[in-house]
T-cell receptor, first 113, second 112 residues
Framework: DAMVIQNPRYQVTQFGKPVTLSCSQTLNHNVMYWYQQKSSQAPKLLFHYYDKDFNNEADTPDNFQSRRPNTSFCFLDIRSPGLGDAAMYLC????????????FGPGTRLTVL | AQSVAQPEDQVNVAEGNPLTVKCTYSVSGNPYLFWYVQYPNRGLQFLLKYITGDNLVKGSYGFEAEFNKSQTSFHLKKPSALVSDSALYFCAVRDDTDKLIFGTGTRLQVFP
């Protein structure tokens, strides 16, 4: 089945140790998003790719970076995780100009020790 | 800017009773509205959407939502609640840059 896959589901890292979260999709959607969600709060958009064009939200810290090597894959890199970066990270996809719902992956829960 | 508001942090309802989770929106132009549900430690699951057409939208798991343009509301409803419906519910709007903007969420608690 077409879907959005996130790996790993749970990630533990140490304070300041770089970490990479992965998202892949089989939907062939051209737009991919990364959201950060802290303890049952609303998901907050960090950035999104519109095809290869990277769109950063104004308040996303520089500590967060992203790569999209091809249509199917998108990575979230946290260069120096702090305790405040512990959260659920959600990947989502959509197709431009299609008024459809967004498709979310199951999320990666990041713990920072 | 597009936005949605969920005025209730939590809604409590007895099993078998009807439930309503409220959402109001503020958009310029045509609204594209969505409801998602989230169970503990899980991603967001799509319930339903309003794009155009009938004001009453039917979705997954017996949920429906009523789009009311005059009241700028998009309330989520279910005729008979189940204990398994207990979860966190998010209303969202797609803005004109193709981003999904979420409300603050409403925790639904269904008691046996």
């Amino acid at each position: 089945d077409a879907m959005v896959i996130q790996n790993p589901r749970y990630q533990v890292t140490q304070f300041g140790k770089p970490v990479t979260l992965s998202c892949s999709q089989t939907l062939n959607h051209n737009v991919m998003y990364w959201y950060q969600q802290k303890s049952s709060q609303a998901p907050k958009l960090l950035f999104h790719y519109y095809d290869k064009d990277f769109n950063n939200e104004a308040d996303t810290p520089d500590n967060f970076q992203s790569r999209r090597p091809n249509t199917s894959f998108c990575f979230l890199d946290i260069r120096s995780p702090g305790l405040g970066d512990a959260a659920m990270y959600l990947c989502a996809t959509s197709r431009d100009y299609q008024r459809e719902g967004f498709f979310f992956g199951p999320g990666t829960r990041l713990t920072v020790l | 800017a597009q936005s949605v508001a969920q005025p209730e942090d939590q809604v409590n309802v007895a099993e078998g009773n009807p439930l309503t989770v409220k959402c109001t929106y503020s958009v310029s132009g045509n609204p594209y509205l969505f409801w998602y549900v989230q169970y503990p430690n899980r991603g967001l699951q799509f319930l339903l959407k309003y794009i155009t057409g009938d004001n009453l939208v039917k979705g997954s798991y017996g949920f429906e939502a009523e789009f009311n343009k005059s009241q700028t509301s998009f309330h989520l409803k279910k005729p008979s609640a189940l204990v398994s419906d207990s979860a966190l519910y998010f209303c969202a709007v797609r803005d004109d840059t193709d981003k999904l903007i979420f409300g603050t969420g409403t925790r639904l608690q269904v008691f046996p």
